[in-house]
């Protein structure tokens, strides 16, 4: 099948920076979309930035300015978090959108997840 693979996750004081990188593989003819969504306990999980295979993308409102999304090719992203905050506090997870190879589907991917931890 497809698989998305997280890193860069972990602990950082509020101001610093982070980066989180995604890498899809497996059955993969092409990926639309792709984009990072994170959760926190209680909250329900929310878009934090997307990016089109044509380079077009999409900030919470909560981000803009702060975080960047950049795709490396077409089946890896990042997204560099800078003057993070503790109510950036979240774990975070890639999604995309794949067209598979071999037997013709769309499916939309998730990773695993990758904690970002801000202390105040």
């Known amino acids: 099948q497809v698989q998305l693979v997280e890193s860069g996750g972990g602990l950082v004081q509020a101001g610093g920076s982070l980066r989180l990188s995604c890498a899809a593989s497996g059955r993969i003819f092409s990926i639309s979309t792709m984009g990072w969504y994170r959760q926190s306990p209680g909250k329900q999980r929310e878009l934090v930035a997307s990016?089109?295979?044509?380079?077009?993308t999409n900030y919470a409102d909560s981000v803009k300015g702060r975080f960047t999304i950049s795709r490396d090719n077409a089946n890896t992203i990042n997204l560099r978090m800078n003057s993070l905050k503790s109510e950036d506090t979240a774990v975070y997870y890639c999604?995309?959108?794949?067209?598979?190879?071999?037997?013709?589907?769309?499916?939309?991917?998730w990773g695993q997840g990758s904690l970002v931890t801000v202390s105040s």
């Open positions: 990016i089109t295979s044509g380079g077009n």
């Open positions: 999604r995309a959108e794949v067209h598979t190879r071999g037997i013709m589907e769309y499916l939309t991917v």
